[in-house]
């Protein structure tokens, strides 16, 4: 008995869902519906039909075609695909189970440092303050008492933004923002990265990190300073460090410090190092100058307080013997890596 239709359309799905080999479908192609093909032939019975049948059976027929042509152009496709995942399965291998081979990460030395002086600061009651790198003009200088032509700006190689925004040159423009969140009495303490347009050389970079800390409350003097950064400098260098005050000048505070401490290398007696005086050059500071408070919104009548500007990098480069500057914003790997913890 000859075939209907629709058991040859079973048989040849049937079939194709049994190949698995571009030949197999191939082969199927060619049985259902190459010249000779079982499909193809079914158009060779329509003489057999009566005229007005032949019209619907012919559309059948050459829907069915139609249907097993997209059917094994899709097989086709999707064997592509596999293939090519098992290509990738087999270049890219995964054993989740296996013990790691890579080394641990470590931290960079100047996150070492800055994590140490941050806990050592917050152990004093001191809250940790983030802030932006991109400030503007009062933030950086007039609310810091460094009006417009002041000669201090001088000082400060400002790389200013196409918007009239600059990057920060110090820790220092944070002074003004933290004053106004919090008001007196205040500890606060605020690491942040600094832009100068310097030359590099080992000692000098563009981009450096700063530890700005203030201080206010009712009577605080000189005294306090000093006690806050030797308790603080002990710490981080794990020794007893003197520290000495000489005088400086920044417009943010009345009176300004450079603050030295004792150089380790030598003891105190003179080497290459501290240029033999013994002192290292560490961090200037001074007490809040009164228009810096008042733009703070202090009140200068009841509160005094200190401010420091911490030179992190440098105090990293100290703390670990750095000796070139440069390294630190390498990502050289091999001289980072060092300071695992
Ligand atoms: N902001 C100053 C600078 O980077 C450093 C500084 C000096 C900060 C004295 C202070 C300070 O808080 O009291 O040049």
Known sequence: ?????????????????QANAAEAFEDLRVRYLGK????????????ALAPEKRKEYGA???????????????????????????KIAATERYDLTLPSTLSEGSYHPITLVQR??????????????????IVDDY??????????????????????LSNGQLLKTHTSAAQNAIMRKYGAPLRAIFPGRCFRNESTDACHENTFFQMEGIMIDENISISNLIYFMKTMLSEVFQRDVKVRLRPGFFPFVEPGFELDISCAICGGKGCPSCKNSGWLELCPCGMIHPNVLKAGGIDTEKYTGFAFGLGLTRLAMMKYGIKDIRDLNSGNLRSLNQFVK
């Open 1 to 17: 008995m000859a075939i209907t239709l629709e058991e040859l359309r079973q048989q040849f799905h049937e079939q194709l869902r």
């Open 36 to 47: 000779k093909g079982e499909i193809t032939g079914l158009l060779r019975n329509m003489g």
């Open 60 to 86: 059948k027929v050459n829907a069915l075609k139609e249907e097993a042509e997209m059917s094994i152009k899709k097989r086709i496709e999707e064997a592509h695909a596999r293939e090519l995942e098992l």
């Open 116 to 133: 140490e002086v941050e806990q050592i600061f917050a152990s004093m009651g001191f809250t940790i303050e983030d802030y932006d790198e």
């Open 139 to 160: 933030h950086c200088f007039e609310a810091l008492n460094i009006p417009k032509h002041h000669p201090a700006r001088d000082m400060q190689d400002t790389y200013y």
